[in-house]
Protein backbone atom coordinates (compact mmCIF):
# COMPACT_ATOMS: atom_id res chain seq x y z
CA UNK A 1 0.00 0.00 0.00
CA UNK A 2 1.11 3.31 -0.65
CA UNK A 3 2.07 5.29 2.03
CA UNK A 4 3.20 8.70 2.72
CA UNK A 5 5.85 8.86 4.78
CA UNK A 6 7.26 11.79 7.35
CA UNK A 7 9.94 10.15 9.22
CA UNK A 8 13.57 11.48 9.40
CA UNK A 9 16.79 9.68 8.64
CA UNK A 10 18.16 7.44 11.94
CA UNK A 11 21.55 8.17 10.51
CA UNK A 12 22.73 4.73 10.11
CA UNK A 13 25.70 4.80 8.53
CA UNK A 14 28.91 2.50 7.65
CA UNK A 15 29.36 0.54 11.10
CA UNK A 16 25.74 -0.48 10.48
CA UNK A 17 26.07 -1.23 6.73
CA UNK A 18 29.40 -3.44 7.63
CA UNK A 19 27.69 -5.56 10.64
CA UNK A 20 24.83 -6.06 8.03
CA UNK A 21 27.39 -7.00 5.51
CA UNK A 22 29.65 -10.04 8.17
CA UNK A 23 26.19 -11.01 9.92
CA UNK A 24 25.55 -12.17 6.47
CA UNK A 25 28.38 -13.78 6.23
CA UNK A 26 29.11 -15.04 9.66
CA UNK A 27 25.62 -16.86 9.04
CA UNK A 28 25.99 -17.79 5.86
CA UNK A 29 29.37 -19.85 6.62
CA UNK A 30 27.97 -21.26 9.03
CA UNK A 31 24.35 -22.68 7.69
CA UNK A 32 27.05 -24.32 4.38
CA UNK A 33 28.99 -25.81 7.28
CA UNK A 34 26.01 -26.98 8.46
CA UNK A 35 24.24 -28.30 5.25
CA UNK A 36 27.80 -29.71 4.02
CA UNK A 37 27.80 -31.74 7.27
CA UNK A 38 24.34 -32.93 7.66
CA UNK A 39 23.09 -33.53 3.77
CA UNK A 40 26.72 -33.68 1.98
CA UNK A 41 28.46 -37.32 1.47
CA UNK A 42 29.94 -38.83 4.43
CA UNK A 43 33.45 -36.91 4.74
CA UNK A 44 33.16 -36.09 1.02
CA UNK A 45 33.35 -32.29 2.01
CA UNK A 46 35.17 -32.79 5.30
CA UNK A 47 37.49 -29.61 4.57
CA UNK A 48 34.60 -27.13 3.49
CA UNK A 49 32.29 -27.70 6.21
CA UNK A 50 35.55 -27.06 8.58
CA UNK A 51 36.70 -24.42 6.94
CA UNK A 52 32.58 -22.90 6.80
CA UNK A 53 33.04 -23.26 10.44
CA UNK A 54 36.29 -22.00 11.33
CA UNK A 55 35.00 -18.55 8.93
CA UNK A 56 31.51 -18.07 11.07
CA UNK A 57 32.85 -17.51 14.35
CA UNK A 58 36.18 -15.06 13.51
CA UNK A 59 33.77 -12.65 11.98
CA UNK A 60 30.69 -12.73 13.71
CA UNK A 61 32.98 -11.52 16.75
CA UNK A 62 33.29 -8.48 14.76
CA UNK A 63 29.83 -7.82 14.55
CA UNK A 64 28.56 -6.90 18.00
CA UNK A 65 32.26 -4.69 18.16
CA UNK A 66 30.40 -2.67 14.82
CA UNK A 67 27.40 -2.51 16.68
CA UNK A 68 28.37 -1.05 19.71
CA UNK A 69 30.28 1.42 17.63
CA UNK A 70 27.02 2.90 16.27
CA UNK A 71 25.49 3.28 19.45
CA UNK A 72 25.56 7.24 20.82
CA UNK A 73 26.76 5.56 24.19
CA UNK A 74 28.84 2.60 23.17
CA UNK A 75 29.18 1.82 27.25
CA UNK A 76 25.20 1.14 27.07
CA UNK A 77 25.31 -1.60 24.68
CA UNK A 78 24.43 -3.77 27.74
CA UNK A 79 21.41 -1.82 28.21
CA UNK A 80 19.93 -3.80 24.69
CA UNK A 81 20.31 -7.32 27.33
CA UNK A 82 19.38 -6.13 30.72
CA UNK A 83 16.59 -3.86 31.89
CA UNK A 84 18.30 -0.26 34.04
CA UNK A 85 15.19 1.20 34.52
CA UNK A 86 15.07 1.98 37.76
CA UNK A 87 12.85 -0.12 39.80
CA UNK A 88 12.90 -2.38 36.84
CA UNK A 89 15.49 -4.91 36.14
CA UNK A 90 15.60 -8.18 35.04
CA UNK A 91 16.39 -9.15 31.42
CA UNK A 92 15.40 -7.11 28.21
CA UNK A 93 13.61 -8.97 25.42
CA UNK A 94 11.25 -6.73 23.40
CA UNK A 95 9.82 -9.71 20.98
CA UNK A 96 8.12 -6.31 18.77
CA UNK A 97 11.57 -5.01 18.02
CA UNK A 98 13.53 -7.08 15.70
CA UNK A 99 16.62 -4.99 17.48
CA UNK A 100 16.12 -6.92 20.87
CA UNK A 101 15.18 -10.27 19.37
CA UNK A 102 18.21 -9.82 17.13
CA UNK A 103 20.82 -8.76 19.53
CA UNK A 104 19.79 -12.13 21.56
CA UNK A 105 20.29 -14.21 18.29
CA UNK A 106 23.44 -12.61 17.68
CA UNK A 107 24.71 -13.40 21.12
CA UNK A 108 24.03 -17.08 21.19
CA UNK A 109 24.62 -17.71 17.27
CA UNK A 110 27.99 -16.55 19.13
CA UNK A 111 28.00 -18.79 21.58
CA UNK A 112 26.99 -22.02 19.58
CA UNK A 113 29.32 -20.26 16.88
CA UNK A 114 32.16 -20.23 19.24
CA UNK A 115 31.77 -24.01 20.33
CA UNK A 116 31.62 -25.42 17.02
CA UNK A 117 35.42 -23.20 16.37
CA UNK A 118 36.51 -24.81 19.13
CA UNK A 119 35.97 -28.37 18.80
CA UNK A 120 36.24 -27.91 14.67
CA UNK A 121 40.10 -26.74 15.56
CA UNK A 122 41.09 -28.61 18.03
CA UNK A 123 39.54 -31.42 15.35
CA UNK A 124 42.13 -30.13 12.55
CA UNK A 125 45.14 -30.15 15.06
CA UNK A 126 44.25 -34.03 15.74
CA UNK A 127 43.22 -33.04 19.42
CA UNK A 128 40.32 -35.22 21.03
CA UNK A 129 39.05 -33.54 24.00
CA UNK A 130 35.84 -33.19 25.13
CA UNK A 131 34.62 -30.21 23.04
CA UNK A 132 35.55 -32.61 19.73
CA UNK A 133 33.66 -36.02 21.17
CA UNK A 134 30.79 -33.50 21.91
CA UNK A 135 30.78 -32.74 18.60
CA UNK A 136 31.48 -35.94 16.48
CA UNK A 137 27.81 -37.52 17.75
CA UNK A 138 24.64 -37.04 17.76
CA UNK A 139 24.48 -34.27 20.41
CA UNK A 140 27.04 -32.15 17.72
CA UNK A 141 24.44 -32.59 15.15
CA UNK A 142 22.15 -30.95 17.65
CA UNK A 143 24.53 -27.82 18.16
CA UNK A 144 25.05 -27.68 14.34
CA UNK A 145 21.27 -27.64 13.46
CA UNK A 146 20.82 -25.09 16.53
CA UNK A 147 23.40 -22.81 15.29
CA UNK A 148 22.50 -23.52 11.83
CA UNK A 149 18.61 -22.04 12.89
CA UNK A 150 20.31 -19.52 14.60
CA UNK A 151 22.71 -18.36 11.86
CA UNK A 152 19.84 -18.11 9.28
CA UNK A 153 18.10 -15.57 11.87
CA UNK A 154 21.34 -13.70 12.36
CA UNK A 155 21.89 -13.27 8.61
CA UNK A 156 18.02 -12.39 7.63
CA UNK A 157 17.10 -10.64 10.93
CA UNK A 158 18.74 -7.12 9.97
CA UNK A 159 16.16 -6.96 6.58
CA UNK A 160 13.19 -7.23 9.16
CA UNK A 161 14.62 -4.82 11.59
CA UNK A 162 14.67 -2.31 8.27
CA UNK A 163 10.98 -3.03 7.77
CA UNK A 164 9.63 -2.78 10.95
CA UNK A 165 9.87 1.36 10.71
CA UNK A 166 8.08 4.23 9.00
CA UNK A 167 11.29 4.98 6.46
CA UNK A 168 9.91 4.90 2.94
CA UNK A 169 11.62 2.02 0.90
CA UNK A 170 12.70 0.03 4.24
CA UNK A 171 8.98 -0.73 5.79
CA UNK A 172 7.26 -0.54 1.82
CA UNK A 173 8.79 -4.09 1.73
CA UNK A 174 8.15 -7.68 3.25
CA UNK A 175 11.03 -8.89 0.83
CA UNK A 176 14.72 -7.47 2.52
CA UNK A 177 14.55 -10.36 5.37
CA UNK A 178 15.01 -13.25 2.43
CA UNK A 179 17.17 -10.88 0.48
CA UNK A 180 19.58 -10.47 2.87
CA UNK A 181 19.87 -13.64 3.62
CA UNK A 182 20.14 -15.23 -0.17
CA UNK A 183 22.59 -12.66 -0.58
CA UNK A 184 24.18 -13.50 2.62
CA UNK A 185 24.71 -17.09 1.95
CA UNK A 186 25.77 -16.53 -1.84
CA UNK A 187 29.09 -14.45 -0.56
CA UNK A 188 29.44 -16.76 2.30
CA UNK A 189 29.48 -19.92 -0.31
CA UNK A 190 32.15 -18.24 -2.15
CA UNK A 191 34.32 -16.32 1.22
CA UNK A 192 34.52 -20.14 2.00
CA UNK A 193 35.32 -21.96 -1.44
CA UNK A 194 38.44 -19.13 -1.61
CA UNK A 195 39.61 -20.40 1.68
CA UNK A 196 38.40 -24.36 0.40
CA UNK A 197 40.31 -23.98 -2.51
CA UNK A 198 43.67 -25.28 -1.58
CA UNK A 199 42.13 -27.87 1.04
CA UNK A 200 39.59 -29.02 -0.96
CA UNK A 201 38.82 -31.06 -3.59
CA UNK A 202 37.86 -29.78 -7.15
CA UNK A 203 34.43 -31.41 -6.04
CA UNK A 204 33.59 -29.46 -3.30
CA UNK A 205 34.96 -26.22 -5.18
CA UNK A 206 32.41 -27.56 -7.71
CA UNK A 207 28.81 -27.90 -5.33
CA UNK A 208 30.24 -24.67 -3.34
CA UNK A 209 30.01 -22.60 -6.69
CA UNK A 210 26.38 -24.51 -7.67
CA UNK A 211 25.45 -23.56 -4.09
CA UNK A 212 26.19 -19.91 -4.37
CA UNK A 213 24.40 -20.20 -7.77
CA UNK A 214 21.05 -21.32 -6.05
CA UNK A 215 21.50 -18.41 -3.60
CA UNK A 216 21.62 -16.30 -6.28
CA UNK A 217 18.65 -17.77 -8.12
CA UNK A 218 16.63 -16.70 -4.62
CA UNK A 219 18.21 -13.64 -4.59
CA UNK A 220 17.09 -12.31 -7.87
CA UNK A 221 13.93 -13.52 -6.79
CA UNK A 222 13.76 -11.41 -4.37
CA UNK A 223 15.38 -8.50 -6.19
CA UNK A 224 12.52 -9.04 -8.48
CA UNK A 225 9.88 -8.98 -5.57
CA UNK A 226 11.87 -5.90 -3.87
CA UNK A 227 11.12 -3.79 -6.67
CA UNK A 228 7.36 -4.98 -7.29
CA UNK A 229 6.74 -4.20 -3.21
CA UNK A 230 8.27 -0.48 -4.05
CA UNK A 231 6.43 -0.21 -7.08
CA UNK A 232 2.93 -0.60 -5.40
CA UNK A 233 4.36 1.49 -2.40
CA UNK A 234 5.45 4.17 -5.49
CA UNK A 235 9.05 4.52 -3.54
CA UNK A 236 11.41 2.31 -6.36
CA UNK A 237 12.92 5.61 -7.55
CA UNK A 238 13.95 6.39 -4.55
CA UNK A 239 16.59 3.48 -4.62
CA UNK A 240 16.96 4.04 -8.43
CA UNK A 241 17.66 7.58 -8.49
CA UNK A 242 20.60 9.94 -7.41
CA UNK A 243 23.26 7.66 -8.90
CA UNK A 244 21.98 4.41 -7.27
CA UNK A 245 21.26 2.76 -10.08
CA UNK A 246 25.14 2.35 -10.74
CA UNK A 247 25.24 0.07 -7.31
CA UNK A 248 22.41 -2.47 -8.67
CA UNK A 249 24.66 -2.58 -11.47
CA UNK A 250 26.96 -3.87 -8.80
CA UNK A 251 24.68 -5.97 -7.52
CA UNK A 252 23.07 -7.45 -10.87
CA UNK A 253 27.38 -8.41 -12.05
CA UNK A 254 27.62 -10.39 -8.88
CA UNK A 255 24.03 -12.22 -9.48
CA UNK A 256 25.49 -12.59 -13.04
CA UNK A 257 28.52 -14.07 -12.35
CA UNK A 258 26.71 -16.60 -9.81
CA UNK A 259 24.22 -17.56 -11.92
CA UNK A 260 27.07 -18.32 -14.89
CA UNK A 261 28.70 -20.14 -12.31
CA UNK A 262 25.57 -22.78 -11.60
CA UNK A 263 24.93 -22.94 -15.69
CA UNK A 264 28.75 -23.81 -16.07
CA UNK A 265 29.31 -25.59 -12.47
CA UNK A 266 31.89 -23.51 -11.73
CA UNK A 267 34.46 -20.92 -13.00
CA UNK A 268 38.39 -21.54 -14.23
CA UNK A 269 40.65 -19.13 -15.55
CA UNK A 270 40.31 -15.58 -14.86
CA UNK A 271 36.50 -15.63 -13.80
CA UNK A 272 37.72 -17.86 -10.97
CA UNK A 273 39.42 -15.14 -9.66
CA UNK A 274 37.47 -12.18 -10.34
CA UNK A 275 33.97 -14.50 -9.56
CA UNK A 276 34.28 -13.76 -6.18
CA UNK A 277 35.44 -10.15 -5.97
CA UNK A 278 32.32 -9.53 -7.81
CA UNK A 279 30.21 -11.57 -6.18
CA UNK A 280 31.14 -10.04 -2.74
CA UNK A 281 30.92 -6.82 -3.72
CA UNK A 282 27.58 -7.13 -5.22
CA UNK A 283 26.21 -8.32 -1.64
CA UNK A 284 28.42 -5.34 0.01
CA UNK A 285 26.65 -2.68 -2.98
CA UNK A 286 23.05 -4.51 -2.62
CA UNK A 287 23.09 -3.66 1.64
CA UNK A 288 24.41 -0.22 0.49
CA UNK A 289 22.12 0.88 -1.79
CA UNK A 290 19.05 -0.52 0.39
CA UNK A 291 20.26 1.28 3.70
CA UNK A 292 21.67 4.89 2.27
CA UNK A 293 19.31 5.40 -0.55
CA UNK A 294 16.01 6.35 1.66
CA UNK A 295 18.33 8.23 3.77
CA UNK B 1 -5.82 28.61 33.03
CA UNK B 2 -5.28 27.06 35.94
CA UNK B 3 -5.43 23.32 35.75
CA UNK B 4 -5.07 20.65 38.77
CA UNK B 5 -2.92 17.64 37.98
CA UNK B 6 -2.40 14.44 39.68
CA UNK B 7 -1.01 11.09 38.38
CA UNK B 8 -3.03 8.69 36.85
CA UNK B 9 -4.93 11.08 34.88
CA UNK B 10 -4.51 11.37 31.00
CA UNK B 11 -2.89 14.93 29.70
CA UNK B 12 -2.03 15.98 26.62
CA UNK B 13 -2.22 19.28 24.28
CA UNK B 14 -5.10 20.56 22.09
CA UNK B 15 -3.29 22.63 19.66
CA UNK B 16 -6.18 25.21 17.91
CA UNK B 17 -4.16 25.98 14.68
CA UNK B 18 -6.76 28.62 13.63
CA UNK B 19 -6.00 30.56 16.29
CA UNK B 20 -1.96 30.35 15.99
CA UNK B 21 -0.03 34.04 15.34
CA UNK B 22 3.39 32.08 14.82
CA UNK B 23 5.16 34.06 17.49
CA UNK B 24 6.96 31.37 18.41
CA UNK B 25 6.81 32.14 22.36
CA UNK B 26 6.47 28.54 22.76
CA UNK B 27 9.59 27.90 20.99
CA UNK B 28 11.17 30.06 23.59
CA UNK B 29 9.37 28.45 26.63
CA UNK B 30 10.84 25.31 25.82
CA UNK B 31 13.89 25.91 25.48
CA UNK B 32 14.39 28.21 28.22
CA UNK B 33 12.40 26.11 30.62
CA UNK B 34 14.12 22.88 28.85
CA UNK B 35 17.31 24.23 29.07
CA UNK B 36 18.20 23.72 25.14
CA UNK B 37 20.63 26.03 23.75
CA UNK B 38 19.06 25.22 19.55
CA UNK B 39 21.13 25.16 16.34
CA UNK B 40 23.06 28.23 15.33
CA UNK B 41 20.80 30.05 13.55
CA UNK B 42 20.88 29.92 9.68
CA UNK B 43 18.60 30.98 6.97
CA UNK B 44 16.09 27.99 5.56
CA UNK B 45 14.57 30.34 3.12
CA UNK B 46 11.47 28.85 3.84
CA UNK B 47 8.38 31.84 4.96
CA UNK B 48 9.29 32.89 8.73
CA UNK B 49 10.81 29.45 9.92
CA UNK B 50 14.34 29.20 10.87
CA UNK B 51 14.08 26.22 13.30
CA UNK B 52 13.47 24.12 10.29
CA UNK B 53 12.55 20.90 12.12
CA UNK B 54 11.84 19.08 15.73
CA UNK B 55 14.75 17.79 16.76
CA UNK B 56 17.19 16.93 19.94
CA UNK B 57 17.20 20.69 20.31
CA UNK B 58 13.73 21.89 18.75
CA UNK B 59 11.03 20.09 20.98
CA UNK B 60 8.59 22.81 19.57
CA UNK B 61 8.59 23.77 16.32
CA UNK B 62 6.37 26.68 14.67
CA UNK B 63 5.43 25.61 10.83
CA UNK B 64 4.60 28.41 8.54
CA UNK B 65 3.46 27.41 5.24
CA UNK B 66 2.23 29.91 2.90
CA UNK B 67 -0.55 28.84 0.84
CA UNK B 68 -4.02 30.56 -1.15
CA UNK B 69 -6.99 31.44 0.90
CA UNK B 70 -10.40 30.33 -0.83
CA UNK B 71 -10.64 34.34 -1.95
CA UNK B 72 -7.45 33.57 -4.00
CA UNK B 73 -5.37 36.13 -1.47
CA UNK B 74 -2.18 34.96 0.30
CA UNK B 75 -2.64 33.09 3.70
CA UNK B 76 -0.66 31.06 6.30
CA UNK B 77 -1.08 28.00 7.76
CA UNK B 78 0.82 28.21 10.84
CA UNK B 79 0.91 25.19 13.73
CA UNK B 80 3.27 24.44 16.64
CA UNK B 81 4.87 21.28 15.96
CA UNK B 82 5.55 18.97 19.22
CA UNK B 83 5.70 15.02 19.95
CA UNK B 84 2.31 13.80 19.54
CA UNK B 85 2.55 11.84 22.89
CA UNK B 86 0.74 8.16 20.54
CA UNK B 87 -1.65 6.14 22.49
CA UNK B 88 0.10 3.10 20.06
CA UNK B 89 3.45 5.58 20.33
CA UNK B 90 5.69 3.43 17.29
CA UNK B 91 8.96 4.69 18.95
CA UNK B 92 7.99 2.84 22.42
CA UNK B 93 7.15 -0.81 19.80
CA UNK B 94 10.80 -0.98 18.82
CA UNK B 95 12.81 0.31 21.53
CA UNK B 96 15.16 -2.58 22.55
CA UNK B 97 16.16 -1.07 25.53
CA UNK B 98 12.79 -0.15 27.28
CA UNK B 99 14.32 3.64 27.53
CA UNK B 100 10.91 4.79 26.24
CA UNK B 101 8.55 4.66 29.26
CA UNK B 102 4.88 5.75 29.56
CA UNK B 103 4.33 8.07 32.62
CA UNK B 104 1.49 8.24 34.96
CA UNK B 105 0.02 10.99 33.28
CA UNK B 106 -0.05 8.77 30.09
CA UNK B 107 2.81 10.88 28.12
CA UNK B 108 6.03 9.15 26.39
CA UNK B 109 8.93 9.43 27.79
CA UNK B 110 12.64 9.28 27.08
CA UNK B 111 14.67 8.25 30.66
CA UNK B 112 18.04 9.55 29.41
CA UNK B 113 19.80 6.96 31.45
CA UNK B 114 18.45 4.01 29.95
CA UNK B 115 18.65 4.91 26.49
CA UNK B 116 21.78 3.82 24.48
CA UNK B 117 21.43 5.91 21.54
CA UNK B 118 20.38 3.19 19.02
CA UNK B 119 18.26 5.47 17.26
CA UNK B 120 15.28 2.66 16.19
CA UNK B 121 13.18 4.80 17.57
CA UNK B 122 13.86 7.87 14.68
CA UNK B 123 13.87 5.62 12.14
CA UNK B 124 9.92 4.60 14.03
CA UNK B 125 8.16 7.92 14.75
CA UNK B 126 6.15 8.47 11.96
CA UNK B 127 6.31 12.02 12.89
CA UNK B 128 9.89 12.79 13.02
CA UNK B 129 9.98 14.00 16.38
CA UNK B 130 13.22 12.87 18.11
CA UNK B 131 16.59 13.96 17.36
CA UNK B 132 19.89 12.30 18.25
CA UNK B 133 22.29 14.44 20.57
CA UNK B 134 26.21 13.61 19.60
CA UNK B 135 26.56 15.23 23.13
CA UNK B 136 24.71 12.96 25.11
CA UNK B 137 24.87 10.09 22.95
CA UNK B 138 21.02 9.65 23.11
CA UNK B 139 17.87 10.77 21.53
CA UNK B 140 15.51 13.55 22.59
CA UNK B 141 12.18 14.62 22.25
CA UNK B 142 9.37 16.42 23.62
CA UNK B 143 8.58 15.08 27.70
CA UNK B 144 5.53 17.30 27.87
CA UNK B 145 7.38 18.66 30.37
CA UNK B 146 7.86 15.95 32.58
CA UNK B 147 9.09 17.61 35.68
CA UNK B 148 6.90 20.68 35.92
CA UNK B 149 3.58 18.14 36.05
CA UNK B 150 5.33 16.25 39.07
CA UNK B 151 5.42 19.67 40.09
CA UNK B 152 1.84 19.98 39.89
CA UNK B 153 2.90 22.61 36.74
CA UNK B 154 1.42 22.93 33.18
CA UNK B 155 4.10 22.71 30.34
CA UNK B 156 5.97 25.78 29.32
CA UNK B 157 4.74 25.91 26.06
CA UNK B 158 0.88 26.16 27.32
CA UNK B 159 1.76 28.82 29.56
CA UNK B 160 3.25 30.99 26.67
CA UNK B 161 1.12 31.06 24.50
CA UNK B 162 -0.58 34.38 24.37
CA UNK B 163 -3.48 32.77 22.18
CA UNK B 164 -4.32 29.99 23.67
CA UNK B 165 -3.86 27.66 20.64
CA UNK B 166 -1.76 25.82 22.79
CA UNK B 167 -4.11 24.38 25.76
CA UNK B 168 -3.06 21.96 28.32
CA UNK B 169 -5.11 19.50 30.48
CA UNK B 170 -6.67 16.19 30.94
CA UNK B 171 -7.40 14.60 27.60
CA UNK B 172 -10.84 14.15 28.20
CA UNK B 173 -11.65 18.06 29.11
CA UNK B 174 -9.30 18.95 25.86
CA UNK B 175 -11.28 16.44 23.74
CA UNK B 176 -14.54 18.90 24.72
CA UNK B 177 -12.92 22.01 24.05
CA UNK B 178 -11.94 20.71 20.41
CA UNK B 179 -15.29 19.32 20.07
CA UNK B 180 -17.16 22.78 20.43
CA UNK B 181 -14.46 24.81 18.74
CA UNK B 182 -15.03 21.96 15.86
CA UNK B 183 -18.52 23.15 15.68
CA UNK B 184 -18.20 27.02 15.97
CA UNK B 185 -16.19 26.88 12.71
CA UNK B 186 -18.11 24.45 11.04
CA UNK B 187 -20.80 26.97 11.62
CA UNK B 188 -18.49 30.45 10.40
CA UNK B 189 -18.43 28.29 7.40
CA UNK B 190 -14.52 26.89 8.05
CA UNK B 191 -13.69 23.17 7.29
CA UNK B 192 -11.89 22.67 10.50
CA UNK B 193 -10.51 18.41 10.79
CA UNK B 194 -9.66 17.13 14.66
CA UNK B 195 -6.36 14.78 13.59
CA UNK B 196 -5.55 12.39 16.49
CA UNK B 197 -8.91 13.16 18.77
CA UNK B 198 -10.00 10.12 17.98
CA UNK B 199 -8.49 6.46 17.69
CA UNK B 200 -7.93 6.50 14.18
CA UNK B 201 -4.62 7.62 14.18
CA UNK B 202 -2.02 5.82 16.58
CA UNK B 203 -4.91 4.89 19.33
CA UNK B 204 -5.60 8.55 19.99
CA UNK B 205 -2.93 11.31 20.26
CA UNK B 206 -2.01 13.00 23.42
CA UNK B 207 -1.31 15.65 21.56
CA UNK B 208 -3.96 16.50 19.10
CA UNK B 209 -4.71 19.36 16.74
CA UNK B 210 -7.64 21.19 14.74
CA UNK B 211 -5.89 21.57 11.34
CA UNK B 212 -7.58 23.96 8.80
CA UNK B 213 -5.55 22.03 6.12
CA UNK B 214 -5.55 18.16 5.14
CA UNK B 215 -2.76 16.97 7.41
CA UNK B 216 -0.08 16.35 4.88
CA UNK B 217 -0.38 20.45 4.18
CA UNK B 218 1.29 20.13 7.85
CA UNK B 219 3.95 17.44 7.28
CA UNK B 220 1.33 14.72 9.06
CA UNK B 221 0.19 11.68 7.85
CA UNK B 222 -3.06 11.32 6.79
CA UNK B 223 -5.01 8.73 8.65
CA UNK B 224 -4.17 5.95 5.91
CA UNK B 225 -0.95 6.55 6.08
CA UNK B 226 -0.50 6.24 10.18
CA UNK B 227 0.73 2.87 9.98
CA UNK B 228 2.46 1.04 12.91
CA UNK B 229 6.45 -0.29 12.59
CA UNK B 230 4.94 -3.37 13.94
CA UNK B 231 2.96 -4.10 11.29
CA UNK B 232 5.53 -5.70 9.02
CA UNK B 233 7.20 -8.11 11.98
CA UNK B 234 4.65 -10.23 11.15
CA UNK B 235 5.50 -10.36 6.81
CA UNK B 236 9.05 -9.55 7.50
CA UNK B 237 9.44 -12.85 9.20
CA UNK B 238 7.28 -14.37 6.99
CA UNK B 239 9.95 -13.22 3.80
CA UNK B 240 13.08 -14.16 5.98
CA UNK B 241 11.37 -17.56 6.17
CA UNK B 242 10.54 -18.29 2.92
CA UNK B 243 13.89 -16.92 2.04
CA UNK B 244 15.89 -19.33 4.30
CA UNK B 245 13.47 -22.52 2.97
CA UNK B 246 14.43 -21.58 -0.71
CA UNK B 247 17.73 -21.05 0.53
CA UNK B 248 18.15 -24.22 2.35
CA UNK B 249 16.54 -26.26 -0.13
CA UNK B 250 19.30 -24.61 -2.76
CA UNK B 251 22.17 -25.71 -0.55
CA UNK B 252 20.66 -29.42 -0.41
CA UNK B 253 20.21 -29.29 -3.89
CA UNK B 254 24.30 -28.44 -4.63
CA UNK B 255 25.56 -30.50 -0.92
CA UNK B 256 23.03 -33.53 -2.01
CA UNK B 257 24.69 -36.96 -2.38
CA UNK B 258 25.02 -38.26 -5.77
CA UNK B 259 27.30 -40.24 -7.94
CA UNK B 260 29.83 -38.53 -9.60
CA UNK B 261 33.53 -38.93 -10.15
CA UNK B 262 35.22 -36.82 -7.51
CA UNK B 263 38.65 -35.45 -8.77
CA UNK B 264 39.93 -34.92 -5.62
Known amino acids: MDHEHFAVSPDWKWYILLYFFLAGIAGGAYVIGALLRLAGGA???????????????????????????????????WHMLINTTPGQGGVNFVSRSPMSVGVWALSLFALVSFVTFVATLSEVRGGRGAAVRLMAGAGGSLVVLAGALLGLFVASYTGVLLSVSNQAVWSDTWTLGGLFLASGMSAAAVVVAQFARRRAGAGTERRLAEADGWFAVVELLFVVLFFITLGAAGTAGTVLGHGWALLWVVV????????????????AGAMAVVTPVLVVLGVFALRAVIIFSPQ | MSVTISAGTAYGFFTDTSICIGCK??????????????????????SFDNTGQLDDMNWRHVQ????TSAQGGPAWLMMSDVCKH?????CMDVCPTGAIIRTEFDTVFIQQDVCNGCRNCISACPFGVIGFSGDTGTVHKCTLCYDRLQAGMQPACAQACPTQSIQFGPLVELHARADMRLVALQSQGHDPILYGRDDNVYGGLGAF???????????LPSTASAVRPERNNAPGYLGALLGSVLA?????????????????
Open chain 2, 25 to 46: ACEVACKEWNQLPGNPPHFLGD
Open chain 1, 43 to 77: GRDRAAERLAFLVAFPVVLICPILLTLDLGSPGRF
Open chain 1, 252 to 267: GLGLLVSLLGLARRGM
Open chain 2, 209 to 219: FLLMDKPESYG
Open chain 2, 248 to 264: VLGGLIAFRRRNETEAQ
Open chain 2, 64 to 67: FRET
Open chain 2, 86 to 90: CNQAS
